[in-house]
């Protein structure tokens, strides 16, 4: 089980952009559900999901508030501020 991140204009999605392990799915559970809750949008470590910069935001939020700080974490939470900056839809593809 894990995530790959891929940004929305790698259509091919052939450059990850992070990976993230078992352990920081564990370390982000409150924040995916957090995510949910507030808008039905599950990261799903075995599916396709589509992450807008609003939804974005309700994540980066949880793991600044929460001080998650592993390396693949502090990474995720480069990209998404990056996408949010842009505009940008990230794309996480379970295993």
């Known amino acids: 089980m894990g995530l790959d991140v891929y940004s929305s204009a790698d259509k091919k999605m052939q450059h990850c952009l992070v990976s993230l392990s078992d352990y920081d799915i ?5 924040g995916i559900s ?9 990261l799903d470590p075995y ?16 793991i600044i508030k929460n ?7 502090v990474d995720l939470l480069n990209v998404i501020q990056d996408h949010i900056m842009k505009n940008e839809i990230l794309i996480f593809e379970g295993d």
């Not at 599916?47 to 949880?62: A, Q, V």
């Not at 001080?67 to 974490?73: P, Q």
């Open 67 to 73: 001080k998650k700080n592993t390396k693949n974490i």
């Open 26 to 30: 564990c370390m982000l559970e409150e």
């Open 47 to 62: 599916g396709t999901t589509k992450l807008y910069p609003d939804h974005g935001k309700i994540l980066l939020n949880f």
């Open 34 to 42: 957090l995510l949910r809750e507030k808008t039905g949008i599950y």
